[in-house]
Nanobody
Framework: QVQVVESGGGLVQAGGSLRLSCTAS????????MGWFRQAPGKEREKVSC????????YYADSVKARFTVSRDNAKNTPYLQMNNLKPEDTATYYC?????????????????WGQGTQVTVSS
């Protein structure tokens, strides 16, 4: 059974940092592209970042470029999202998702497995 579990969310002041982790089990982690999404109340789910199997294809939404860094440790079956200089508009539930695509897919529907999400709240 595949399980994807996010951790690392919390409450932080504007300008602060958080690092999200995502433990993926029940799958061959090396075979999956990993994405990070977020959803704020009343808004659509947004793709924030993505890293493919070998780290050679990486995506960032314009809103997080130069502030967020995605990485993965294949030995630990874990992708990470380092979030720096956080802003109140980054407040959302953050989700980790796994896709069998070789490069980062465009749409959430192309990710097969999803975690339950972790809340990130940035106060002004």
């Amino acid at each position: 059974q595949v399980q994807v579990v996010e951790s690392g969310g919390g409450l932080v002041q504007a300008g602060g940092s958080l690092r999200l982790s995502c433990t993926a089990s029940g799958l061959t982690f090396d075979d999956y592209t990993m994405g990070w999404f977020r959803q704020a109340p009343g808004k659509e789910r947004e793709k924030v970042s993505c890293i493919n199997r070998n780290g050679g294809n990486i995506y960032y939404a314009d809103s997080v470029k130069a502030r967020f860094t995605v990485s993965r440790d294949n030995a630990k079956n874990t992708p990470y999202l380092q979030m720096n200089n956080l802003k109140p508009e980054d407040t959302a539930t953050y989700y980790c998702a796994a896709s069998t695509a070789w490069v980062c897919p465009l749409f959430p529907r192309d990710f097969r497995y999803w975690g339950q999400g972790t809340q990130v709240t940035v106060s002004s």
